[in-house]
C-alpha cells in the first residue's frame, strides 16, 4: 500500500487525517514536535520527531513517501519556513504523487472571497491576522513555484463536529461555503490523493 507522510500530524485535523489513512490502509509517517503527544498506535504508523519550520526530521518523514500532507498551522509566522524546507525534499522524491497543502480561505485569489463570509470577524481574518496570513500566502507561492504535483485546499473555519459527507469546493469567484468538520476535511482529503482531481490547482473548501 502507498505511504503518506502527514505533517501537523499532532493536531486536531492532523490526528483526523492519520485515523482516516490507516482506516483506508495506507503506511502513514507522522512528524510531531512532541511524538508523546500522538496517542494512536499501529504497526502502519510511524511517529517521527521534527519540526517542520527548521526542516528538523522532514528527510526521514518523507521518505518513500507517495503522498504529503501538510496540516502545519501556527498562531505564530512558520509556514513559509516550512514550506521552504519541504518543498526542495519533495521535488527529489521518486514514485511521488500529491502534496497537499491545507491553507485558509483569505489568502491568494480567495481574499475577497473570504469578505463576504457572514460574522465580522470572520470575514475580516485576514486583515485583523496579517502576520498570519502574509505566511500562509509565502507559503502558497512557494508550493506554486515548485514543479510539485500539488494542491492547495483553502478551508472554511474548522470545526470538531461529527461528519457530515457534505463538503463543497468552489473557485474564488463563488460564494463562500460554510464552516466545514475536520473529519469531513479529512475525508475529503484522502479521498482525493488518489484521483486525478485537483492537480496543480487551489480551490476554497468547506462545507454545502
Ligand atoms: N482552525 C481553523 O478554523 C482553520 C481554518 C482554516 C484553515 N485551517 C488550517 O487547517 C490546518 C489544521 O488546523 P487545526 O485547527 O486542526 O490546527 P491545530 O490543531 O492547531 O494543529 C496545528 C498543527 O501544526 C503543528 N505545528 C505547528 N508548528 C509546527 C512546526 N514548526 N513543526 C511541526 N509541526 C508544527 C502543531 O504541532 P504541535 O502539536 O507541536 O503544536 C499541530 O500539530 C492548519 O493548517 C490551519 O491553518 C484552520
Known amino acids: 500500500m502507498a505511504r503518506i507522510a502527514i505533517l501537523g500530524a499532532s493536531g486536531k485535523l492532523g490526528e483526523r487525517l492519520v485515523n482516516r489513512a490507516l482506516e483506508l490502509g495506507y503506511s502513514v509517517n507522522a512528524l510531531a514536535r512532541d511524538p508523546r503527544r500522538i496517542k494512536r498506535q499501529n504497526e502502519n504508523l510511524t511517529v517521527i520527531s521534527g519540526d517542520a519550520e527548521t526542516g528538523e526530521g522532514l528527510d526521514a518523514v518523507v521518505d518513500r513517501c507517495h503522498f504529503v500532507i501538510s496540516a502545519v498551522g501556527s498562531l505564530r509566522p512558520m509556514m513559509t519556513p516550512a514550506m ?57 507561492q512557494r508550493v506554486r513555484q515548485s514543479a510539485l504535483p500539488y494542491t492547495i485546499l483553502r478551508s472554511t473555519r474548522l470545526t470538531d463536529d461529527p461528519a457530515t459527507g457534505k463538503v463543497l469546493t468552489v473557485g474564488p469567484a463563488e460564494p463562500p461555503p460554510h464552516r466545514i468538520t475536520r473529519a469531513d476535511l479529512a475525508n475529503y482529503v484522502l479521498a482525493l490523493l488518489e484521483s486525478r482531481d485537483g492537480l496543480r490547482a487551489e480551490v476554497t473548501v468547506g462545507s454545502a
Open 84 to 140: 521552504n524546507q519541504l518543498v526542495p525534499k519533495l521535488e527529489t522524491l521518486k514514485r511521488f504523487e500529491r502534496f497537499v497543502l491545507i491553507s485558509r480561505l483569505g489568502t491568494g485569489e480567495s481574499l475577497l472571497q473570504s469578505a463576504k463570509v457572514s460574522g465580522p470577524v470572520q470575514s475580516r481574518l485576514p486583515v485583523l491576522l496579517t502576520p498570519i496570513f502574509r505566511d500562509i500566502n509565502g507559503a502558497e
